[in-house]
Nanobody, 121 residues
Framework: QVQLVESGGGLVQAGGSLRLSCAAS????????MGWYRQAPGKQRELVAT???????IYTDSVKGRFTISRDNAKNTVYLQMNSLKPEDTAVYYC???????????????WGKGTLITVSS
């Protein structure tokens, strides 16, 4: 079993910053891509950013230049630094990881429980 635990959400004013963390633990051999998704009220879950084990990143257009994804492979942890936050960034943010599980033949996808970010105008 693998668990992903997010931290760092909360309430922030527009223009402010927050940093999310997501730590993976459990029967982990290695982790391929890690990422952040978000789901705003009444909307579908969408990709925010992903990062490979080698550090290659992808961002959705709406966060480019404002958000930065990074990871610490030794700690099995992914981060999302969010600057210049806007009210439209308000959502539940979910951590995602593609994990090579010990003694398992296939990569498995895991999700965190989510952390709420509210950006006030």
């Amino acid at each position: 079993q693998v668990q992903l635990v997010e931290s760092g959400g909360g309430l922030v004013q527009a223009g402010g910053s927050l940093r999310l963390s997501c730590a993976a633990s459990g029967s982990i051999s290695s982790i391929n891509a890690m990422g952040w998704y978000r789901q705003a009220p009444g909307k579908q879950r969408e990709l925010v950013a992903t990062i490979t084990s080698g550090g290659s990143t992808i961002y959705t257009d709406s966060v480019k230049g404002r958000f930065t994804i990074s990871r610490d492979n030794a700690k099995n942890t992914v981060y999302l630094q969010m600057n210049s936050l806007k009210p439209e960034d308000t959502a539940v943010y979910y951590c995602n990881a593609d994990v090579v599980v010990l003694n398992h033949p296939n990569d498995l996808e895991y999700w965190g429980k989510g952390t709420l970010i509210t950006v006030s105008s």
